[in-house]
Structures are given as C-alpha cells and as structure tokens.
C-alpha cells in the first residue's frame, strides 16, 4: 500500500512538471493538411490508421471525410482500429460503424495487404503513432504497406510522427536467423528514427522488393528533433497508458520472452515486473485481472512479486534512462530476475530470441555474463548501424 501510495503521488507531481519537462512546440506530420490535402484529391485513398491518428481533437479520418476526400478503406495494424485489442489477438475485417467504410486487418494471416485491397486504391496513407523499438510491430506493417504499393504501383504517402524514445540507438543489432513479425530487418532494439526515417531506410538499403519504384512521400513533423521530448497526446496501444510505459518497454518487453509478467492485467503494465517465483525475493507484488486490453493476462489472479521500475516519466527518463550521460536500455532486472528464479530451465521461452534479435543475449544471460560486458558485446553491430542511419536522417 505504501509503494501504491508512492507511485501515485511520483506520478501526480510528474504531470504538474510535463509541460515543462515536454517540447509542446512539437506537431506530427499529419497536421501540415495543407501539404498533403492537394495530393489526396480526386483520388481513391487507403488510410493505415488506428485510434492515435488524430488532428488536435479530431481524427485524421474525420477530418479527410470533412474535406471531401474520398476516403475508399481503412486498413489496421495490431490492436485494432480502436487500439483496444490484446497484443497478439487475432483481429478480423468489419466495417466502420460511423462512415461504413470496410475496415481491413493488416494482422494474424493477412499481415501485407494483397493486389485485390488495393485494386480500387490510387494512394495508401500511412499514419500510426510509434514508439521507437524494434519489436512493436507498427514498423513491420509500414514495410509491408511499402512492398504492396510498390508491387501493385500505388502511391505511398507518408504521415510522419516524433518518435517518444528517438533521442537513443541500443541495443544487439536484429540477426536475421530470427527474423519475425516482431522484427524484420537488422536494426537494434532501439533504433532512433520516425517512420519516415525508417521507411527512407528501407528504400534506401533496398530492404523491400522494388524499392527503387516506389513512389513515396513525407510529409515531415514540424520543431521535431531527436534530442526533444515528445508527450504522446494518446496511447499508442492498450498497455502503453502513458509516458512512464514507454520509456520503460524497451527494457521491460524482454521479459515478454520469459516466465515473467510485465504487468499486464493492472494499472502500471511495463512500469513494473514480478513472477510467483520471486515470492521472498520481493515484497511488493502485484495480481494481474483480466480486462480491457488485457485479457486473460498470464498469471491472472495470482500474486507476483517484483518491483517498480518506473515511478513516473520524469523519473525514468532522468535517473533510469541515462549511464554515464547516455540514454541506454537497461538489462539490470532481466538478469536478476533470472539470477533468482529456482526454475532457470523454464525462465526462457520461444520468444525471447526473437525479441532480442539474437540467441547471443539468452546464452550471456544463462552463463552469468555481466551487464557491462553483454553491452560491450553488441558495441561493434551498433556503431555500424548508426553510420547508415545518420544516411537517413530527417530532423536534427
């Protein structure tokens, strides 16, 4: 009760403190309408949208349908054109129940939209809200939107939006033996680019078929840079609820690798860590409930022990976030975790290397390897990944 306690009253003083602490000067792409409403008309548009593609306090749909664009389907990654589904749930095609526009899930099976969705499309309009990590797989639909539209010859217009964890590069490099959804193409777990620097990548490093007949433009984010902070206005996905979450997933989603919860199922998902098997390890614990976003959460109804790790934004970001004056993810608490967990046989599972873009990262957690020493480990993949995206580059 008492870390409840401290956690709420970090968090009340964190929000007093954000417009300060936040660059509000900051707009995504998608609100410079006049840049991009001359490309849009007389023309059939595919929207790549979810509930973060939003214009002030309207949404990007709305606001094309008020401006008589003819707006011909909207297309949805995972968690659904609300952004409410669970990560991993399948999500099926409807219909739109305000505009009856045919909504198409770009998830489960039916991952890369096929020549049939995009027959009566003239342009794809890519706008989702990212988070800057590897494994949230917004930036697996953007590539496979780009190889569609390059394939079936539509124009690919680009929305771009700042990137919350843009201001660092860490992380092993994605080895491409473990390639997945959740990770498509050799970048580290944190790769310090928007959308649009990602999708200049890809053309660029001629990482999709046919890239160099893709006809693709940027509408580019205005007082954006790398080194300012950006307030998500909305959660980009139902367990990233606030700012606190997403500085702290990069580090915490490894442990969706492991027999260990991230929260999922309570008030602070990927701000805390805990498991069963930590019991007289910890003393804080939590009890994971099925909900919204969050259904049938591993260890629903059961206590698991951990801690806290990000007590607010603010928090996180100053004392957390930086070693040595530089942003980097933080291994500390996966290999404590591990370190005291009496089943060490099933503390991984089929995931982890797939998440960690490498089955180097397992093999140094199990032999005990130190954290300085795996950081070391990836240095060389990492400074070889940052000369090619300084190519790439759009803001400052």
Same mark, same amino acid.
């Given at each position: ?9 970090? $968090? ?6 954000? /417009?300060?602490?936040?660059? =509000?000067?900051?707009? +995504?792409?998608? =609100? ?30 709305? @606001? ?7 707006? /011909?389907?909207?297309?949805?990654? !995972? ?19 305000? =505009?009856?526009? /045919? ?17 009566d499309i003239d342009i794809m309009v890519y706008d989702l809200q990212d988070v800057g990590v590897r494994f949230y797989t917004y930036i697996s639909t953007l590539e496979y939107c780009m190889q569609a539209c390059s394939e079936q010859h539509k124009k690919f217009l680009l929305l771009d939006r700042p990137n919350p964890n843009g201001f660092y590069v860490d992380g092993p490099v994605l080895e491409m033996e473990n390639r997945s959804f959740v990770g498509r193409q050799p970048i580290p ?11 200049? @990548? ?13 006809? @693709? !433009? ?5 007082? #954006? ?12 996905? +139902?367990?990233?609820?606030? @700012? ?5 997933? +990069? ?8 027999? =260990? ?23 804080? #614990? ?5 909900? !919204? ?21 603010? /928090?996180? #970001? ?7 004056? !530089? ?30 873009? $490498? ?38």
């Amino acid at each position: 009760m008492k870390q409840l306690l401290l956690i709420y009253c970090i $968090s009340l003083c964190s929000n007093l403190l954000a /417009q300060s602490f936040y660059d =509000t000067s900051i707009k +995504p792409g998608d =609100t410079q309408i006049n840049e991009y409403l001359p490309i849009l008309e007389g023309k059939r548009v595919g929207l790549i949208i979810n509930q973060s593609s939003v214009i002030g306090d309207s949404s990007l749909l709305d @606001m094309l349908i008020n401006r008589n664009i003819h707006i /011909q389907k909207i297309f949805v990654p !995972e968690h659904g054109f609300r952004g409410k589904d669970d990560a991993g749930a399948l999500i099926n095609a409807g219909t739109d129940s305000a =505009t009856g526009l /045919q909504v198409i899930s770009l998830y489960g099976a039916h991952k890369k939209p096929q020549a049939d969705d995009l027959r009566d499309i003239d342009i794809m309009v890519y706008d989702l809200q990212d988070v800057g990590v590897r494994f949230y797989t917004y930036i697996s639909t953007l590539e496979y939107c780009m190889q569609a539209c390059s394939e079936q010859h539509k124009k690919f217009l680009l929305l771009d939006r700042p990137n919350p964890n843009g201001f660092y590069v860490d992380g092993p490099v994605l080895e491409m033996e473990n390639r997945s959804f959740v990770g498509r193409q050799p970048i580290p777990i944190v790769y310090g680019m928007t959308a649009g620097e990602y999708a200049r @990548m890809l053309v660029g490093e001629h990482w999709i078929d046919s890239a160099g007949i893709l006809d @693709m !433009e940027i509408i580019k984010c205005i007082n #954006y840079a790398h080194n300012k902070r950006y307030k998500l206005p909305i959660a980009p996905s +139902p367990n990233l609820k606030d @700012m606190a979450a997403v500085y702290a997933y +990069p580090s915490l989603c490894l442990f969706e690798g492991t027999a =260990t919860s991230v929260g999922r199922g309570t008030d602070l998902p990927f701000r805390q860590y805990g498991s069963p098997a930590l019991e007289g390890h910890f003393d804080y #614990y939590f009890v994971p409930a099925s909900r !919204e976003g969050a259904k049938k959460p591993s260890y629903e109804g059961t206590k698991c022990f951990g801690e806290v790790v990000a007590y607010s934004d603010s /928090q996180f #970001y100053r004392h957390v976030l930086f070693h040595d004056a !530089e942003a980097s993810l933080c291994l500390k608490w996966l290999i404590n975790s591990y370190q005291e967990c009496p089943d060490k046989t099933n503390f991984f599972n089929d995931m982890f290397d797939k998440l960690g873009g $490498s089955k180097t990262l397992k093999q140094q957690i199990t032999n005990g390897i130190s954290e300085q020493a795996i950081r070391k480990s990836w240095q060389e993949k990492l400074d070889e990944f940052k000369k090619i995206r300084r190519k790439y580059l759009l803001y400052q």
